[in-house]
């Protein structure tokens, strides 16, 4: 890992699309990072072009242009800790595990986007295939929801003994250190319940239920979380404990913008 910071103040990188609608994203991401007091850093993998309602367009960058920023950025500045969002194709995904592997980031939280909280797939089979076995075992933690631990596991995921297996089975064969099975795209009874598990520990971690539609974002902002945590030198069970609970925060403030669903409120 390249700790090489130029001050005291930890660093953290986001390798993710960008939201236009400033809602998840990048855009999540970085704030994310300034209300932990963590300087933030990005490397942008795609464009996107939404807003509440829906995507109209995304455009991918270059695989060439997003290695350049994760070098200019790691480079020169360090970082403590790194998450990967939406990095859209094959091509960017092979390119984004190998230069990780290359700089050493060893503190690297992965929000495996693959799948709407409601279920629609974003990315194709192959780029499915290349997050399982290229990015995966690189993780320090992988933070799937519901439908990203059906398909990384073939399991059909309904219940929290379902959510336990879908966790230990990513950490066993898909060599994830840690894994965080997400309740949000569950039934009403899971909602703020996540599966824990490092391999030793499983753990069930319970917040309250919010209820509000506006929850564009909530991925985003917990991996981000994570991240920020672990670039402070937070524990990675504390890491993931402390950003349970600031989401649940931006959860129960989230902004009524828009026609559609609004985002999480980062600062309150
Ligand atoms: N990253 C980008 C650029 C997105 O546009 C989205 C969803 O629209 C996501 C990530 C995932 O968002 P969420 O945190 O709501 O799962």
Do not use: W
């Not at 933030?40 to 993998?45: Q, S, V």
């Not at 965080?180 to 490092?198: A, P, T």
Request: hydrophobic content about 45%; aromatic content about 4%; glycine content about 8%.
């Amino acid at each position: 890992m390249n700790t090489q910071t130029t001050s005291k103040t930890p660093v953290a990188l986001t390798i993710a699309g960008s939201d236009s609608g400033g809602g998840a994203g990048i855009q999540a991401d970085l704030r994310t990072f300034a209300f932990h007091c963590v300087h933030g850093t990005c490397a942008i993998t795609c464009v996107t072009a939404q807003n509440t309602v829906g995507v109209a367009r995304v455009d991918a960058m270059p695989k060439e242009a997003v290695i350049a920023q994760i070098h200019a950025v790691v480079e020169d500045i360090g970082v403590q800790a790194a998450k990967t969002g939406m990095l859209l194709n094959q091509e960017i995904i092979a390119a984004v595990a190998q230069e990780v592997e290359t700089l050493q980031i060893d503190n690297l939280v992965v929000d495996p986007v693959m799948v709407s909280r409601t279920g629609a797939q974003l990315i194709s089979d192959d780029a499915v295939q290349t997050i399982s076995h290229l990015l995966i075992p690189k993780a320090i933690i992988v933070t799937p929801n519901r439908y990203e631990a059906q398909i990384l596991t073939n399991l059909e995921i309904n219940s929290l003994d379902e959510m336990k297996a879908a966790a230990q089975m990513i950490h066993r064969e898909l060599r994830a250190k840690a894994v965080l099975v997400k309740g949000g795209g569950m039934q009403e009874s899971l909602r703020g319940v996540d599966i824990y598990f490092d391999g030793q520990n499983l753990e069930t971690l319970s917040t309250k239920q919010v209820d509000t539609e506006n929850t564009h974002g909530t991925g985003c902002t917990l991996s981000a979380a994570i991240a920020a945590n672990l670039a402070m030198g937070k524990d990675l069970f504390t890491a993931v404990q402390q950003a349970k609970n600031y989401l649940t925060t931006a959860l129960s403030h989230a902004l009524d913008i828009g026609k559609g669903q609004g985002p999480v409120r980062h600062f309150f």
